[in-house]
């Protein structure tokens, strides 16, 4: 059984930035992808960001590129999200997500463990 705990998030004004963290649990986290994904009140949960298992491909959805940044640190059993310009359409809950296969994906149906989220909320 994977276990995914996710750390950082908090208030934060408009343009400003917040680190997200995630500690996996399990000895192969190297060979899947790991994504960040949110989900806002009333909304369905989306895609945001996705990791290939080396580190060496990222995928972003449109909203957010050049803004966030997806990491891993493999040794570590860890994968982040830098959120920089944040805006009050960031507000939601953050949940990272271990997918199937080594690839990134975008579905959340390609993801098989989640963790419990963690809130960033965007005041203007």
């Known amino acids: 059984q994977v276990q995914l705990v996710e750390s950082g998030g908090g208030l934060v004004q408009a343009g400003g930035s917040l680190r997200l963290s995630c500690s996996a649990s399990?000895?192969?986290?190297?060979?899947?992808?790991m994504g960040w994904f949110r989900q806002a009140p009333g909304k369905e949960r989306e895609f945001v960001a996705a990791?290939?298992?080396?580190?060496?491909?990222?995928d972003y959805q449109d909203s957010v590129k050049g803004r966030f940044t997806i990491s891993r640190d493999n040794a570590a059993n860890a994968v982040y999200l830098q959120m920089n310009s944040l805006k009050p359409e960031d507000t939601a809950v953050y949940y990272c997500?271990?997918?199937?296969?080594?690839?990134?994906?975008?579905?959340?149906?390609?993801?098989?463990?989640w963790g419990q989220g963690t809130q960033v909320t965007v005041s203007s």
């Open positions: 399990g000895r192969t986290f190297s060979s899947y992808a």
């Open positions: 990791i290939s298992g080396s580190g060496g491909v990222t």
């Open positions: 997500a271990r997918g199937r296969v080594y690839y990134t994906r975008r579905p959340p149906r390609e993801y098989d463990y």
